[in-house]
């Protein structure tokens, strides 16, 4: 028996038997073509292409029948890869010049690329390198054959690899394959987002789970706690059944949680929002009882249509989730693009993208893309409850700025005879230790605040939230957050006005019971995570929780802090 660990994101437990993804791409060898064969071989990898596209296509119309269209970015980003002559022409040329097989002529293109990706610094071109990876890798299994006898028809599959592509998890989204465990990747790989909402339990980031592993050994994955039991004892699988047993009988006890009110034992009622990147699959929303959106993210409608949409079609996307949500908050937040979110044709092109030109900073030094959003949001807000966000704010002259063009947005507005809500609620996201720090200014001048931990700590403990590497290091329970969480609440509370969190920390339970003892009453967070947390809630006592927090909020170590979250969760 042996236990490798990894980063844990998709929770649950699966037992099963190992399925190990060949590395399609360690196994090309070069092999000379003769002249007369070199039209076949072109046709072969013209072949390949025209599958993949193919594949690629039926898998969008298969998300949109499933009401999954979210994940279609995911397979655009890998289209537009095919459709770049650097894939799809580039290679020919190699194989009629140097007469040589075309898997071997992909991989040598492949690697030139990469090796042009290699010396950029940005976390975002390195996720784009893995998906020049993983489309070249599903390229070049087909050129050898390997596809159709790759996945049998086993069941209880425990899905092994290097990295898993989006595409890919997708693909083996069925009921044999039972979890997904990766040498690579981190908590916001596009693959972890994704095995998330299909609920795979998933360990990702392993190092060399795939090299520990053979094909058919006895696994364990649990993705509560990021590790996989290789070849595990009998009393080990009994154990984790029984795990498993009681993990599914929860999911479905939880279902009776949906229609409940969220409030304390004690009486405290606490808000729960929903995090949302698209206007699909917002049933939860309703279906769980929530006040709302608590966060949309809307550059990422930026990101699935390559480019800024104008005024009106915003104002359409903004105006419909009124309608489709009526008697809901809808808190939309304004473009964060820049850092590791780029939308095509907008400048990111410093060293630095976390530190850089993103979020708020993009758009006041944009204001036109600023203006254009905020008089869609203002429009679409006499139709409903919306509220405007604001991201990564770190100033007092930033904020007077965004309230001078928003102030210019309503002036063309009137101007314009256009209908719109002047009095729309403008927030902002704390962040930036900066603005944690000088939250109390914040909360006198906005109308809301929202913490957004996934940055928040990232910036405090100087960790890129994309690197796994430093991962370890990435810690949601650090005493320096905590306090910051703490004094932004304070702010809050002392202004008299709402603040809520919406980082991925308001979804974790083990961390709720500490949430509400610091103060907070409204949570947004990803729809899966929901009833888990408002479980954790009903089951919580104010009184009590904020009296074991002020324990936790004067300790400095990291393991008497973590027995002492374990000691308010039980
Ligand atoms: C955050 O930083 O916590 C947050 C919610 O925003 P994003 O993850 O989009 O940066
Ligand atoms: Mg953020």
């Known amino acids: ?61 298969e998300l949109k029948k499933n009401r999954m269209n979210e994940f279609g970015s995911f397979i655009d980003i890998q289209l537009a890869i095919i459709n770049d002559p650097k894939i ?30 290699n010396s950029i610094e940005n976390s975002y071109i390195r996720e784009r390198k893995n998906d020049v990876y993983q489309v070249c890798e599903t390229l070049i299994k087909y050129l050898i054959g390997h596809e159709s006898k790759q996945l049998s028809n086993d069941k209880n599959r425990i899905i092994v690899a290097h990295d898993i592509s989006p595409a890919d998890a997708l693909k083996f989204k069925n009921s044999n394959n039972i979890a997904f465990v990766t040498d690579i990747g981190g908590t916001t790989s596009h693959t972890a987002i994704l095995a998330k909402s299909i609920n795979i339990p998933s360990v990702v980031g392993t190092q060399n789970a795939k090299n520990l592993i053979s094909n058919g050994d006895n696994l364990i994955v649990d993705g509560d706690h990021g590790c996989v039991i290789i070849n595990p004892t009998d009393e080990v699988i009994n154990e984790y059944r029984l795990k498993q047993n009681l993990y599914e009988l929860e999911s479905k006890k939880l279902l009776n949680l949906q229609k409940l ?32 959106v608590g966060l949309f993210r809307t550059e990422f409608i930026f990101m699935d249509k390559h480019r800024m949409l104008d005024e009106n079609e915003q104002f359409i996307i903004y105006k419909n989730l009124t309608k489709a949500l009526p008697n809901k908050t809808i808190t939309i937040r304004t473009l964060d693009s820049g850092g590791d979110k780029v939308i095509e044709h907008m400048p990111n092109t410093n060293q630095n993208p976390a530190l850089g030109l993103r979020a708020i900073r993009f758009c006041l030094a944009e204001p036109d893309v600023f203006i254009t959003q905020i008089k869609a949001l203002l429009r679409a807000a006499h139709y409903g409850d919306i509220r405007i966000l604001i ?53 006198n001048q906005l109308d809301f605040l929202s913490i957004g931990t996934n940055d928040l700590i990232q910036y405090t403990l100087a960790v890129d939230r994309t690197d796994d590497a430093v991962s370890h290091l990435y810690d949601s329970s650090h ?21 809520s969190l919406c980082g991925e920390m308001a979804g974790d339970p083990k ?18 995570s929901l009833l888990k947390v408002k479980k954790v809630i009903l089951e919580s006592e104010f009184s009590k929780v904020k009296s074991k927090a002020k324990k936790i909020l004067s300790t400095h170590d990291k393991i008497e802090i973590e027995n002492l979250i374990n000691n308010l969760n039980n």
């Open 1 to 61: 028996m042996l236990i490798v660990s990894g980063i844990p994101v998709s929770s649950g437990v699966a037992i099963g038997k190992a399925y190990i993804l060949a590395h399609a791409l360690n196994e090309v060898e070069p092999y000379l073509i003769s002249e007369q064969n070199i039209l076949n071989e072109i046709k072969r990898f013209n072949q390949a292409i025209k599958q993949l596209k193919s594949e690629l296509l039926n898998l969008k119309k």
């Open 88 to 117: 799809s022409k580039n290679p020919l040329e190699i194989i009629k010049k140097s007469k040589q097989n075309a898997e071997w002529a992909l991989k040598v293109q492949m690697e030139e690329i990469i090796t042009k990706f």
């Open 261 to 292: 009110t969220s409030k304390t034992i004690d009486k405290v009622p606490v808000n729960l929002y929903v995090n949302i990147e698209d206007t699909n699959n917002i049933e939860s929303v309703i279906l769980n009882n929530t006040k709302g």
């Open 391 to 443: 991201p990564m704010l770190s100033s007092d002259n930033e904020l007077r700025q965004v309230k001078l063009l928003i102030q210019r947005a309503k002036d063309i507005l009137t101007s314009e005879r256009k209908k719109f809500n002047p009095k729309t609620l403008v927030g902002g996201m704390i962040e930036v230790p900066a603005a944690a720090i000088d939250a109390e200014s914040f909360a």
């Open 479 to 499: 005493p320096a957050l905590l306090k910051l969480i703490k004094g932004v609440i304070d702010a809050g509370t002392k202004a008299g006005i709402e603040v």
């Open 511 to 528: 961390l709720t019971k500490l949430l509400i003892g610091l103060g907070l009453t409204n949570f947004s967070m990803h729809p899966s």
